[in-house]
């Protein structure tokens, strides 16, 4: 996915520092993609790893991977890229003397032409990232939408439903195998678009973030447990704020609800509620209207209360105390109740 990294990197040194931030994020498997020289035995029998298996079959799923078109992560490079070959993909050839071999190719993905690039452990020369951008140039924005809807519906059948993420222009699913992101991006200087997705192993890449030098952008990667990451605990909240923040009509606001897939509950002359259940997660949002104008809002959400602050200052917001965040005209109160739970008082 080099070509979609360098064009998006390009995208956001240009844009606010917030948004910069955040595509470095959301776009974080961004490790070498070279086999190393020394390669270690780290005891992994790639015989015994499952495809995307039914966690419930299995009282352990230290073997059950996160996968790409069945084949699963966490095995060696030379055999993922057998078994892509005989999918009928072909590698990339590159310009110029290479002193290592790298892993890109090109083929079809759900329907599009695809370069695919590996993320490939240095240490065990395992892959535990995928890339995969897709080829099209979109001449707009709805036409990269319908793009969006369509891949989001083949990832959900895949890899299970996520939630929308980045202020609606990404889409993330954590399954307790790994992780797939989604994201589109206008280019630079031009009215078209750009998508593509990165899905990793949980248990794959908790090893290889243990080999990377910079982490400064990089996730930190969950607690595992016979085999299986922890479940979501964190949505895209502060981005779902920030947009109700900027579209304060009782329409709009609805409008932005429905678009991160919250359920819309009970409707009064003072008050709209909604609702969001992923699994165990569950985040719920109350607006006080004044007729067809919003007046307050207020977030509440099983949520992981340190990321949810390492989101209000990615988006550019500051704080002095970490409870009330500011960003030019848009306040944020941020706390927990009596159950633990985040709540957020936005005006």
């Not at 959301?26 to 190393?36: D, H, P, Q, S, V």
């Not at 982490?215 to 016979?226: N, Q």
């Amino acid at each position: 996915m080099k070509k979609l990294v360098m064009i998006l990197l390009a995208v956001a040194f240009v844009s606010l520092p917030a948004e910069a931030q955040f595509f470095k994020k959301l776009f974080k498997k961004k490790a070498k993609t070279e086999a190393g020289a020394s390669v270690k035995d780290d005891a992994i029998n790639d015989d015994a790893q499952v495809a995307l298996a039914d966690i419930a079959t299995f009282a352990d799923n230290r073997n059950n991977r996160n996968a790409f078109l069945q084949i699963p992560l966490g095995i060696k490079a030379d055999r993922f890229e057998k078994r892509l070959l005989q999918q009928g993909f072909v590698e990339r050839k590159h310009d110029g003397k290479q002193t290592s071999k790298t892993y890109t190719y090109e083929g079809e993905v759900y329907g599009v032409k695809s370069v695919i690039t590996l993320a490939v452990s240095e240490q065990t020369a395992r892959v535990y990232a995928v890339d995969v951008e897709d080829q099209t140039i979109y001449p707009s924005e709805q036409d990269v939408k319908q793009r969006f809807a369509t891949l989001k519906g083949e990832l959900t059948k895949e890899y299970g439903r996520g939630f929308i993420d980045n202020q609606g222009e990404a889409y993330t699913i954590q399954n307790r195998l790994g992780t797939v992101n989604m994201h589109y991006e206008r280019n630079s200087l031009t009215t078209s678009y750009n998508i593509g997705f990165a899905l990793d192993d949980a248990k794959a890449y908790q090893k290889a973030y243990q080999e990377m030098e910079d982490k400064e952008y990089e996730t930190a990667p969950r607690v595992i447990t016979d085999g299986l990451a922890a479940a979501c605990n964190h949505t895209d909240l502060v981005g779902l704020a920030v947009k109700l923040l900027q579209n304060n009509s009782l329409k709009g606001a609805q409008n932005i609800l429905r678009s991160y897939d919250y359920t819309i509950g009970k409707t009064t002359a003072k008050t709209v509620t909604a609702s969001f259940a992923l699994d165990a997660y569950k985040a719920s949002v109350s607006l006080t209207r004044r007729k067809q104008a919003i007046t307050a809002i207020s977030l509440t959400a099983n949520d992981d209360l340190e990321a949810v602050c390492r989101d209000l200052q990615t988006n550019g917001f500051t704080s002095a105390d970490q409870k009330l965040w500011k960003q030019g005209r848009m306040t944020i109160a941020v706390s927990t109740d009596k159950q633990g739970r985040v709540v957020m008082a936005l005006r």
